[in-house]
């Protein structure tokens, strides 16, 4: 479970390095989901980059061979969903937020994960937090789901978590990565995978003396995130 972890942590690095590759995504900022084709509808080639080394994550039809449409998923699972290809898959969106945050933004990230059977293949969802020199400030991440969470049951399961993005956040990477530990298929599997920014309400912004208190709540937040996370 950790070596994945690992993995992901360091395709970040080895992606910063070409962070000039992908441009900006047109789109509204808030209240909509920033990862582009997190559904595995449309085209992976156009929509996700592969990290160097490992394969970008494929999609597949829902059928026989990876999940039926009976099996455990979202009931808008349309026609594919990701599974991973091959033994290092791990494919990354960056996304440009044409600004640095001044103000901490609350956000959701929430997908649907899974695998095969017992097979311990699982798929990771990380979001790398970059400021202006494209450092992680912080992080969030789905997954993996383990064989034991989906009590051995071929499928997909819904995962979310909410969060603060911190002061200083000017681009945000999306990372997808499955890890293969059972057969010559990598069943890591995710569908339905988003990132979503809640609009400032100005109405409840706080007053100015209030911003120093709100920072400190959010450092606070970001320690707790350090300490969670994995050790490469
Ligand atoms: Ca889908
Ligand atoms: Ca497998």
Known sequence: ????????????????????????QAGPLFGSNL??????ETDVATSWLAFDGY???????????????TQPGPANRGKRMFAGDGARTAGYQLLDLAGTLTQPLSFKLSGWLGGWASQGDNALLYVSFLDRSDSEIG???????????RGNATGLFYREVSNWLPVGTSRLMFSLSMERQGGGDNDGYADNLAFVLDAPAPAELPEPAGL?????????????????????
């Open 212 to 232: 120093a208190w709100l920072a400190l709540g959010v450092m606070a937040l970001a320690g707790r995130m350090r300490r969670r996370a994995p050790r490469a």
């Open 55 to 69: 394969a970008r994550p494929q999609a597949v039809d829902y059928g026989s061979n990876w999940v039926l449409p």
């Open 35 to 40: 990862i582009v084709n997190g559904d595995a």
């Open 139 to 149: 992080h969030a991440a789905l997954g993996p789901v383990t064989p034991a969470d």
């Open 1 to 24: 479970m950790n070596s994945i972890k690992i993995s992901a942590r360091h395709c970040c690095s080895a992606a910063a390095l070409a962070l000039a590759a992908m441009g900006a």
